[in-house]
């Protein structure tokens, strides 16, 4: 873990405690926020729509791309309504705030009785326009609107203006002052992928202290059009999701932006196919849920791009092939509150959730890994938090606001480190299942091959065995802790248990294979004819012996092999460079003490060698073919298997 710790930060992701770098390989779920991480959340204005009278019947007017616009209700609006403060517009963020003061070309300052006011120059001849700010009512993920009350002095009057998601300020105006097909005008710039508000305002003639309750200025307004942003993907936002979709990691979205907007975007980077297609897994289907008046739910699903009815059959969202589901926050929200088995489905299946307040973000984590699902959640904003803390492994896209929530987070502001960090917790657990797999085997062998010995009444010396456990098997403990992660993520997923019945078999296949090539080889010592019997005793074990030389000669290679075999579906031992000179040093001294042991060498290891040359080598080659059995054991049952 202290190794990935240091790779991650060459990555730009830093984390605060190192200990959940491995819980990052068991992930099996990514949520991704939209605005700011995949997109860039540097907002551009698109242009404006405005309602006007024609022949007495209000209408909507087409898009208005214009950065020049004209005196009036939309303009004070772009200058008041917002949260931005003298200090706040200094900054770097690209907001939708920033972007429509600076369509509206104003200026702010702070007056000597601490009141704001923004002003302009000229218009229209009416000298120098001044607007102090009353009340400023900030944007709220609940109610996804932000609003000001407002006192234009050079027309002296007061306002109320609201901007935000369109649903809810047409809720707040007068159905009369809504053009035809507005919502229709919508869904076409948002199923484009723009962000669309809407604004809205009324006068306030009476005294400027009465209207205090929210519910007193959201009501009876006007309507007085939309306004269109665009927010183009972020860097290398599409490769991303390729990555982790090709490592076999479940991609979701969850967003409090509008479904459409949510849905173009998923099909950009890759959460969603991009057209429909034949297969079922390739169809886009929303869910809706409303409830009756007995209160009982009401399930609907469609196609989204042709709008045609989807039967759900009895086993929906636990088909083998099902298709992407898409909901909204209300639909959510119903499902969850009916506590059926409904929502579990949508999740198993969703990869779209829309109109997300923070606290239905969080709610989805939780179910998320309620349901078995390893969940990494990926977000760059305060309303992320509560999510970011409720997931396995919360990434924060910025080291301010939501980075406080988080165990991780990128000093810059780039979703490429998702992957960094993902491939980095699998390759610390692939290094702990490698580690605890050599250690298992190798301590297995050797405690065979001593009780082998022990039976003949012979056991291996004290050199050997400081050998085995000081130079081979510690020299190898520490190269496979220090191998660095793939160039690609792995596709294979950690499960909690390390040890599952697939790898166990595995292991006892392997231990097997081995412990018979030693006594198949210790019986075809016996049969050499150079071969010498040393004679024993009852009372004590002896030490030096042919059959204690050769099983050790053996075993020093066998116990190489599991670093070699369980490693087989992660990163090969040759490029770990480190790994490759231990090993080429181990097998020169193997070999070496096989085949030309000096004088010292035997007196240190009281060694019974071999007058045959030939029998020497092929200690070699037993090893050799013992190692090639084994991994093509490993091929049969790990490598060539289903990655879960």
């Not at 609006?77 to 003298?86: V, Y």
Request: hydrophobic share 40%; charged share 25%; proline share 3%.
């Amino acid at each position: 873990a202290v190794v990935s710790t240091q790779s991650t930060g060459r990555e730009m992701i830093v984390t605060r405690n190192f200990r959940r770098i491995p819980v990052a390989g068991k992930v099996h779920s990514i949520v991704f926020d939209k605005t700011g991480t995949l997109t860039r959340n540097k907002v551009e204005y698109i242009g404006h729509l405005a309602v006007y009278r024609e022949n007495g019947d209000i209408q909507l007017s087409g898009i208005d791309t214009s950065t020049d616009i004209a005196q009036g209700d939309i303009l004070y609006l772009m200058a008041t309504c917002h949260s931005l403060t003298p200090q706040s517009l200094q900054s770097k963020d690209h907001t939708i705030d920033k972007e429509l003061f600076r369509v509206a070309e104003w200026d702010m300052v702070e007056a000597e009785d601490k009141t704001l006011k923004v002003y302009s120059g000229k218009i229209d001849n009416l000298g120098e326009c001044k607007i102090s700010f009353i009340r400023r009512i900030p944007f709220h993920s609940d109610k996804r609107t932000q609003s000001v009350v407002a006192e234009i002095e050079h027309e002296n009057r007061v306002a109320y203006y609201i901007n935000g998601m369109p649903q809810k300020v047409i809720e707040c105006c007068k159905p009369k002052t809504i053009p035809p097909f507005t919502r229709q005008r919508i869904q076409a710039f948002t199923k484009q992928g723009y962000i669309v508000t809407a604004m809205a305002y009324k006068n306030l003639k009476e005294d400027k202290g009465k209207y205090k309750e929210l519910k007193d200025l959201q009501k009876d307004l006007i309507f007085l059009g939309l306004l269109v942003f665009g927010d183009k993907l972020a860097d290398g936002a599409k490769d991303v999701i390729k990555s982790l979709n090709e490592a076999r990691f479940t991609t979701l979205m969850c967003t409090g932006d509008n479904l459409d907007t949510a849905v173009y975007t998923a099909r950009q980077v890759g959460i969603l196919p991009e057209a429909k297609g034949v297969r079922e897994r390739d169809r886009v289907v929303e869910i809706t849920a409303t409830s009756d008046k007995h209160g009982g739910l009401i399930i609907k699903a469609h196609d989204y791009d042709d709008g045609s009815e989807y039967m759900l059959s009895s086993a929906w969202g636990d088909s083998w092939d099902p298709p992407n589901y898409v909901i909204n926050g209300e639909t959510f929200h119903i499902l969850d509150n009916y506590g059926g088995t409904e929502l579990d489905r949508v999740i198993q299946a969703g990869k779209v959730f829309a109109e997300m307040i923070p606290d239905r973000k969080k709610h989805l984590v939780e179910l998320l890994r309620k349901m078995g699902h390893e969940t990494c959640m990926v977000g760059d904003g305060s309303n992320d938090n509560a999510a970011l803390q409720a997931a396995d492994v919360g990434i924060s896209l910025r080291n301010s606001e939501s980075g406080f929530a988080a165990p991780f987070y990128s000093i810059e502001k780039d979703v490429r480190s998702v992957p960094v960090l993902l491939n980095e917790g699998r390759t610390v657990l692939a290094q702990l299942l490698t580690i605890l797999m050599f250690t298992a085997c190798y301590s297995i062998l050797g405690i065979f091959a001593e009780s082998m010995m022990y039976s003949l009444f012979y056991e291996l010396s004290e050199a050997e065995w400081i050998y085995i456990d000081l130079i081979l098997v510690m020299s190898i403990d520490l190269m496979l802790g220090y191998s660095e992660s793939r160039e690609t993520i792995a596709t294979s997923r950690r499960s909690r248990q390390f040890f599952n019945s697939l790898r166990l078999l595995s292991m006892l296949c392997f231990l097997s294979v081995c412990t018979a090539v030693q006594v198949s080889f210790l019986f075809y010592l016996k049969v050499q004819p150079w071969y010498v019997h040393v004679e024993t005793t009852t009372s004590e074990l002896t030490e030096g012996s042919m059959e204690a030389t050769y099983i050790f000669l053996l075993i020093i290679f066998q116990m190489t092999f599991p670093a070699i075999v369980y490693t087989m579906d992660r990163e090969p031992v040759y490029k770990n460079r480190f790994m490759l000179c231990v090993f080429a040093i181990l097998y020169t001294v193997n070999t070496y003490l096989d085949i030309f042991p000096d004088k010292l060498v035997i007196q240190i290891f009281e060694f019974y060698v071999s007058p045959s040359m030939w029998f020497r080598v092929q200690v070699i080659l037993i090893s050799a073919a013992n190692l090639v059995v084994t991994i093509i054991i490993e091929i049969i049952f790990i490598v060539t298997r289903p990655k879960n």
